[in-house]
């Protein structure tokens, strides 16, 4: 994986990105579309702040994606300290957006969280496919 990231020139890694945005967008509007489908038929299963956590988990995942990368382009063994510590920041941040969200909105706990924890699985499936198709490359 790490060779992969690796000598990747300016143009490569902008055309990799290109891929990774368009590919993270029609991910994330299938998401939205599901929710907003759930929301309208069954309102009391997602939280409210569904949409803005969407938001959250395109901005994060798009940042820890072009940071691992950009990383893994200069130093081979950089990539993988970064994608570490990144995923840990992400998780970290996470907890502590979770933790104010449910302190603030206690009726909306459970829902919240569960709606974090799907999303957040989702998104890490959709991170880590993409880095095995950088490895392929």
Do not use: H
Not at 35 to 44: E, G, H
Not at 61 to 90: C, I
Not at 95 to 107: D, S
């Amino acid at each position: 994986l790490v060779s992969s990231c690796e000598g990747l020139n300016p143009e490569k890694m902008k055309a990799t990105l290109t891929r990774f945005i368009r590919s993270l967008v029609i991910f994330s509007a299938i998401l939205a579309l599901v929710a907003a489908i759930l929301l309208f038929i069954a309102p009391s299963i997602l939280s409210p702040a569904t949409p803005w956590l969407l938001v959250l988990f395109v901005v994060v995942t798009f940042v820890v994606f072009y940071l691992s990368v950009k990383a893994g382009s200069e130093k081979s063994g950089k990539f993988v300290n970064y994608y570490m510590v990144m995923s840990m920041l992400k998780l970290f941040v996470l907890l502590i957006i979770t933790g104010i969200y449910v302190y603030l909105n206690q009726a909306d706990a459970i829902r919240f969280a569960v709606t974090l924890l799907i999303l957040f699985f989702g998104y890490l499936i959709f991170e880590v496919v993409w880095l095995l198709k950088l490895k392929e490359k």
